[in-house]
């Protein structure tokens, strides 16, 4: 039963590895092979011979995928097979003790080389444009533009159709030009976001995409937002260096406040000498004793001095750790604060961006639709797909119906019409 238990188990490993290297990626070559993992990608793990320990674990948004027996690992941006790798190495031998079906308990020990790490689901491809049903597309090996197309229902041109074209351009033209100041403020905003982020003086205007505005227009936007750093930061040095300032005067009391202890310490070992010496020269009858009364109440007003100074130190020492948090507090509430600003202008300029798109379509759409329609021409799509090729930038890649897909592509399809809107400037 042992060597048999022992021979299943090994070609539960074979499986596995099999398994793991015959994914929807394994034929399609090198390149392939060197997918790199992205928050929305589903694993699959399981243990060989432990089929309890079978479980599929999706890479979170912080591109960290939380292991049983391990924890969280970093996943994005590695191959499956690095990742896999790092999961053995860090998975410890152990025993378990699992209970069957029959309810015994059995003792199986796990080691790394006994795991097996496949990719159960990709992210899905997302299509938008002129097509019937745009959305998300859950993505297949192989796929190809034409096939997401036809998974969104075609292409559709009508959908873009109004009642009424004509009567419609100036509003749209009047909201597209307003979308777009929009666009510029939300790009000028977070590229201010973003320096005074960083804690510099000035953000990088190239950052900011060339929209169709008037030059004084756009320029006003920048000259804005600059003034708005310059001030932010100006407000931020000036509490903190307020803090700071704090912080510097409590090490000078503290420092004042020792030395003063040091020397009431030393005139207090004095007292207790002079003490001794008159209490001798009382017991011998030389001094009366009045003398060594005296003598001890001074003794007594130094000690008391002593301890007061110590207890005034003592505070000053928490009153400068107060002040210490109290910077820090400060730079974390600080960089908290800028990073929500970030993300709701991220939220923002992506809305944004999706008006604008849906807004330049109408334009595009309200005077050639319709005519292309009745005429019979138009229609040839135009096809952009962007693709992440790391977690800050997105590549945007020329493709046609047969262009294959990867996993988390946004495919753009736009039928082609006789002319293109230019904005005024």
Request: no cysteine.
């Amino acid at each position: 039963m042992a060597g048999l238990g022992t021979g299943m188990r090994a070609a539960a490993l074979v499986v596995g590895a099999l398994a793991a290297a015959g994914g929807p990626w394994a034929s399609r070559g090198a390149a392939a092979a060197e997918y790199r993992l992205q928050p929305g990608d589903v694993l699959e793990f399981s243990v060989a011979g432990v089929p309890e320990m079978r479980q599929k674990l999706a890479v979170n948004l912080d591109g960290e995928v939380s292991f049983p027996l391990i924890g969280e690992v970093k996943a994005a941006g590695r191959p499956v097979a690095e990742l896999r790798e790092t999961v053995k190495s860090l998975l410890p031998n152990r025993s378990l003790t699992l209970r069957g079906q029959d309810g015994k308990e059995t003792l199986t020990v796990i080691s790394g080389d006994e795991i097996t790490l496949a990719i159960a689901e990709y992210r899905p491809v997302y299509v938008s444009g002129d097509v019937a049903k745009p959305g998300e597309q859950p993505y297949r090996a192989g796929l190809s533009v034409r096939q997401a197309v036809s998974l969104a229902g075609g292409y559709d041109l009508q959908r873009f159709r109004m009642e009424s074209p004509i009567l419609q351009t100036a509003d749209l033209r009047g909201e597209y030009q307003t979308l777009w100041t929009d666009f510029a403020r939300a790009q000028a905003e977070g590229a201010r976001l973003r320096a005074e982020l960083e804690g510099r003086r000035d953000f990088d205007r190239k950052s900011v995409t060339e929209a169709p505005l008037p030059a004084p227009v756009l320029n006003a936007i920048i000259d804005n937002e600059q003034k708005i750093l310059l001030a932010r930061n100006a407000d931020f040095t000036r509490e903190r260096d307020h803090l700071t300032r704090t912080v510097a005067l409590y090490d000078s009391r503290i420092t004042v406040l020792t030395e003063q202890r040091k020397k009431e310490d030393e005139g207090a070992e004095l007292d207790a000498s002079e003490i001794e010496r008159i209490n001798d020269l009382t017991r011998r009858g030389v001094v009366p004793i009045t003398r060594a009364l005296e003598t001890r109440r001074l003794s007594l007003l130094s000690s008391t001095r002593a301890l007061q100074i110590g207890v005034q130190a003592e505070q000053a020492k928490k009153d400068r750790q107060d002040a210490a948090r109290a910077v820090e507090r400060l730079e974390d509430q600080h960089r908290s604060d800028l990073l929500k600003e970030l993300q709701d202008n991220d939220v923002k300029l992506a809305q944004t961006r999706a008006k604008l798109q849906a807004v330049g379509e109408k334009l595009l759409y309200t005077g050639v639709v319709r005519s292309q329609l009745v005429r019979g021409t138009g229609g040839t799509p135009q096809i952009a797909v962007y693709r992440r090729t790391d977690p800050t930038h997105r590549e945007r890649i020329a493709a046609d119906e047969e262009t294959e897909l990867q996993p988390g592509d946004t495919v753009e399809i736009a039928l082609r019409v006789e002319y293109e809107f230019k904005p005024t400037q």
